[in-house]
């Protein structure tokens, strides 16, 4: 393209550094959509192309203040963006080809959907997490080791309202209830259903943070709903999830392991 | 998914503002960075050149 006699030069390769820049954008803004990051960075953008124009007006203090400012902002931006940045490693660790998914055979998942119907009749709340490629280790300290087998029983069990564990989240994985009663990870997007409560949050905090397929049901409401990739969906049908179960968790229940 | 006309369409018509968004800052963020690590540069040493002689 060479010089454009606009007082600057642009070759072809600048266009490919734009195309980079904007895709890197794209997905630094599809991250952070919906949760308080957003006016952090609007801040951050104002401040920048506040030290941009009076760097061209050649204003020396004000440029010299927002640079300070931009520099700080730089290691600020660091510890405020932490859960974000680590979201996003995540999600760039999540589609490594080498990572297999969690498998839960096609029983387990007729066992899953069963109770988690049965407990939506009978408005019981509850909260299963499925692990994806990403591991829930972390979050198995915060409740109790289970180990067990997955079946209908145990789960309806584990989130009758009069068992200690009901409050928590159960965590499936391996083909196995990994661990019951845990705490998961609070969603902080502020366009929340506000007809539903913490649970639900949780269950979406979790999907943001990591690959996890998350069922939820209502105590109030007595609906299923099923968070994923930091989305969800409420008042599903028996069909429906079942479909999300197959589609998520494929290869296992294709084969009919 | 398929590649076909429609699909491609759904693809760029999705999240449309916030691509358009993207585009705007990555254009602001290059300029930036142009005028920061090139022009400035070039200016200071054309002037010191000019100044020499």
């Given amino acids: 393209m060479g010089n454009t006699g606009i007082g600057f030069e642009f070759y072809w390769l600048d266009l490919l550094d734009i195309a980079f820049l904007s895709v890197l954008f794209y997905y630094l803004f599809l991250i952070i959509r919906g949760t308080k990051s957003v006016q952090l960075l609007k801040g951050m953008i104002i401040i920048f192309l506040a030290t941009f124009l009076s760097r061209m007006l050649d204003l020396r203090t004000l440029n010299w203040i927002l640079e300070k400012v931009l520099a700080f902002g730089a290691l600020a931006l660091l510890v405020i963006f932490h859960p974000e940045l680590r979201n996003a490693l995540v999600k760039i660790g999540e589609s490594s080809p080498f990572e297999k998914t969690a498998g839960l055979s096609k029983e387990k998942v007729t066992e899953v959907v069963g109770a988690i119907f049965r407990m939506a009749k009978e408005r019981h709340g509850a909260l299963i997490a499925l692990e994806g490629k990403v591991g829930l280790a972390d979050y198995v300290p915060s409740g109790k080791i289970i180990n067990g087998e997955i079946s209908r029983e145990l789960l309806l069990a584990i989130f009758n309202p009069t068992s200690p564990l009901h409050d928590g989240a159960v965590i499936i994985a391996q083909n196995k209830i990994l661990a019951a009663g845990c705490i998961l990870p609070l969603s902080e997007k502020m366009t929340f259903n506000p007809l539903v409560g913490t649970r639900h949050r949780a269950g979406l905090g979790l999907s943001e943070q990591t690959d996890s397929l998350v069922l939820i049901v209502s105590e109030e409401k007595g609906f299923v709903s099923c968070a994923r990739n930091g989305n969800i969906s409420y008042n599903l049908s028996v069909e429906e999830i079942t479909g999300i179960l197959n589609e998520t968790l494929g290869t296992d229940i294709k084969n009919g392991k | ?53």
Avoid at chain 2, 25 to 49: C, F, G
């Fill in chain 2, 1 to 53: 998914m398929k590649i076909t006309r429609e699909n491609l369409k759904g693809l760029v018509k999705n999240n449309l503002e916030l691509k358009i968004l993207a585009v705007v800052v990555a254009i602001l963020a290059w300029l930036y960075v142009y005028h920061v690590e090139i022009y400035l540069p070039q200016m200071r040493n054309k002037s010191t050149h000019e100044a020499q002689k």
